[in-house]
């Protein structure tokens, strides 16, 4: 499918900021593709610190029934340097993976590939979720210098849940605009 196509498709289904309307001027917007899909890791928008900064919170939804167990997720996100950049957290935690090892460098050091790792440590019980939406973990992202353009995506790459006790899909796109 065509990245216009899957960014249209983003872009009509969810603005998944808060209903607080924007600061007036130019901003850094955000538009994601909903809740997570019984089994799902996506992108989530999370808010807006700034005019040109962002949250985005990598969410699980939970199985339709029962329990889905995990010791981890590995996964890049891939997105355009020349308009939106990684700020790093100065530590990260997951609410649904407690005491997890979490990793979150920029591949090679550069802008344009983030790569993410939450792991259970050896030797402790795998993770279990039941239905609903997991909240794994936020990133932040900020506009790059003088840039502008109608839309910057971020997607999964090189996904994997590790252990899983079924498959877990890693879907959907996250978009920014700053105009």
């Given at each position: 499918m065509?990245?216009?196509v899957?960014?249209?498709g ?5 603005d998944?900021g808060?209903?607080?309307?924007p600061?007036?001027?130019v901003?850094l ?12 890791v996506v992108?989530?928008c999370?808010?807006?610190p ?6 985005v919170n ?6 339709s029934?029962?329990?889905?167990s995990?010791?981890g ?6 997105y355009e340097p020349a ?5 790093p ?10 005491g997890a ?6 591949a090679?050091g ?6 993410v790792?939450l792991t259970r440590?050896?030797g402790e ?7 609903g939406s997991s ?9 790059a210098?003088g840039?502008t353009?109608?839309?910057a995506?971020l997607?999964f790459e090189?996904?994997?849940a590790?252990g899983a006790s079924?498959?877990?899909?890693f879907?959907?796109?996250?978009v920014f605009?700053?105009?």
């Open positions: 065509a990245l216009g899957v960014l249209a983003v872009l009509v289904s969810c998944g808060d209903d607080t309307p600061p007036p001027g901003y917007d955000c538009f994601d593709s909903g809740p997570p899909a019984a089994n799902t992108l989530r999370g808010g807006a700034s005019t040109t900064t962002s949250l990598v969410e699980l939804g939970g199985p029934s029962g329990t889905t995990f010791r997720f590995v996964f890049d996100i891939v308009r939106v950049e990684f700020v957290n100065a530590s990260y935690t997951s609410p649904a993976m407690p090892l979490i990793t979150v460098a920029l090679g550069q802008q344009g590939r983030l790569v790792a440590l050896g019980p795998d993770y279990e979720v039941g239905p909240f794994l973990l936020y990133l932040t992202f900020q506009r210098p840039a353009f109608d839309t995506a997607q090189n996904t994997q590790i079924t498959s877990i899909d879907t959907g796109t996250l605009s700053y105009e």
